[in-house]
């Protein structure tokens, strides 16, 4: 599998300055692949137009779950190509109230429609940017889950794939919504302890 870890320097998206930001301190965009068709990166990423177009990126699942009142422009690409502009379509998923709720339901319907919008947009060849707000918990932990699903990768597998090409840092609601998924596709097999262990690591990229 191909992979590409692009740290561009570009100013940050603009919007209102709020007290959630000092939460999430990147500065850059960052992406990588994971797949032939399927990216990983963090906000600024998915609103940096040379980051996307460098990559290919061709459509963006949103998982960021941003407040309705805070506002954010794609900052456009300038390499010209072809002489025409850009554009992106986007599918914005808000999981909040579902992550905050029973965490061993992973296939409710948000992980489902993400998962055969992957699908259809892989049939196409078209390559998708899956992010979150900060990019190192909730975005790698929906594409851990698909690998799971849909390519029937154990988790603990399907973990070090991604932890491979991308930093992680998952947090313990999702690595409780990962665990339950194994339990659910490996019933009677599964160390709860030792899977949280292993996903309890921090930002294990190198």
Known sequence: LRH???????????????????HFPFTGPIIAQITDYIYLGNL??????????TNGIDNII????????????IIPCTCGRGGFRHNWSRLRVDIQAFVHGNLHEIRQPCFLVINECIEALMEKGKRVLIHCRDGYSLGPTCVIQYLMVKHSMRLLAAYELVRARYPLKIQECHQDLLVGLEMS??????????LKHSLSRKMAWS
């Open 4 to 22: 590409v870890l692009c740290y561009v320097p570009v100013m940050e998206p603009p919007g209102p300055k709020s007290a959630e930001s000092a």
């Open 185 to 194: 596709l490996q019933p009677g097999g599964v160390n709860v302890a030792c």
């Open 62 to 73: 949103d998982m960021s779950s941003l407040p309705s009142d805070h506002s954010l422009s």
């Open 44 to 53: 600024n990423a998915a609103y940096s137009g040379r980051a996307l177009c």
